[in-house]
């Protein structure tokens, strides 16, 4: 079983009483271990397809299924609960909170969960993306890469079944976003877990299994990278 399948979803909004066509019968699957991305230009609807698969936004029409569960379907306490322990978040602005140190920031979704060995899991998970030396430092004391990955390992902390990245290596340099998306890489072969990143850049996406080219609220292309 797919850990997410999306089925002829449709978005529409309403934006000054007419409708605006966010997305347009999109279909895709993805197994354990892929890695996929998802291309084109700002507006193109990449983000709101993110929003999608992590159950943060519904559909129109068609359907999302994460794990074997149909978004749609779920009542607010089994939407928290899906989010919670089978959607990790990776974002471009890192969104780590910048009063907690890097541990306390891996750390506080585990809490959240009231998991008993939080703290441990957040030192492992911390020791995964190499940066256990710097569990005690705040956000303002890390470079931007070593924010990003804190911030993936925060995303890791409650070994989700899907890791969705909206632009993770659009604040940092060349180099930097190498090393950010070989670790994401890592993540889908080691984990298990089914990654989903966007980006606006072609050269980004080669590093992927599975390129989707999104233009206009479709997805205008599908290439498999050997």
């Known amino acids: 079983m797919a850990l997410l399948e999306v089925r002829n979803v449709t978005k529409v909004y309403c934006a000054g009483g007419a409708p605006v066509v966010a997305l347009q019968d999109i279909s895709l699957n993805l197994d354990p271990g892929d890695f996929v991305a998802l291309v084109g230009k ?15 936004d519904f559909p129109s029409s068609g359907e999302v299924i994460l794990d074997g569960q149909v978004t749609a379907r779920l009542n607010d306490a089994g939407l928290t609960r899906l989010r919670r322990e089978k959607v990790g978040f990776v974002f471009q602005s890192f969104q780590l909170i910048h009063t907690l140190t890097a ?3 891996v750390e506080l979704p585990l809490l959240l969960a009231h998991k008993k060995d939080a703290r441990e ?3 492992e998970r911390l ?14 004391q890390l470079s931007g890469g070593q924010q990003q990955r804190v911030a993936i390992a925060r995303a890791l902390a409650a070994n989700p079944r899907v890791l969705l990245a909206d632009e993770p290596t659009g604040n940092l340099d060349t180099a930097t976003g190498e090393a950010v998306l070989n670790q994401l890489a890592r993540t889908a072969r080691e984990f298990g877990m089914a990654v989903l990143m966007a980006t606006h850049s072609s050269e980004s996406a080669a590093v992927f299994d599975r390129v989707l080219r999104m233009r206009d609220g479709r997805i205008a292309e599908a290439a498999v990278l050997l």
Do not use: D
């Open 103 to 105: 541990a306390e920031n």
């Open 121 to 123: 899991t957040a030192a």
């Open 127 to 140: 020791r995964w993306v190499e940066m256990q030396e710097y569990a005690a430092r705040f956000p303002h």
């Open 42 to 56: 700002s507006g193109c609807g990449k983000s709101t397809l993110l929003n999608l698969c992590g159950a943060m």
